[in-house]
């Protein structure tokens, strides 16, 4: 079964750090582009980073950028996100999502009008004030 399993999200003060993995199951990653999403109920989900795995290229929304990092470790067919100097408006459910088509990834970037295939169930990440 084709899956992408997010873990990692926890409660954190500001300032802190966490970082999240997106594992995928019953398929390789390899020429994949992931990206990290997060939602807060009742707003727009936001694409916060991608990464095209192939050429390790890596794009990030203003809001996140010199704080967070994608990184892959194609050994374990997973994804990170490294989220540092967390602020309470970081508070959301995060989620990962791949999309397989090559062709596409090649030019991906945040908030591209590209829709992702594969979609994991997300993991909470809250900061305190």
């Known amino acids: 079964q084709v899956q992408l399993l997010e873990s990692g999200g926890d409660s954190v003060q500001a300032g802190g750090s966490l970082t999240l993995s997106c594992a995928a199951s019953g398929y390789s990653l390899k020429s994949d582009c992931i990206a990290w999403f997060r939602q807060v109920p009742g707003k727009e989900r936001e694409e916060i980073t991608m990464?095209?795995?192939?050429?390790?290229?890596?794009d990030y929304a203003a809001s996140v950028k010199g704080r967070f990092t994608i990184s892959q470790d194609s050994s374990e067919n997973i994804v990170y996100l490294q989220m540092n100097s967390l602020k309470p408006e970081d508070t959301a459910m995060y989620y990962c999502a791949a999309d397989y088509r090559d062709w596409i990834c090649r030019v991906r970037v945040v908030g591209d009008v590209y829709e992702y295939k594969r979609w994991g169930q997300g993991t909470q990440v809250t900061v305190s004030s």
């Open positions: 990464i095209y795995l192939a050429a390790n290229r890596t």
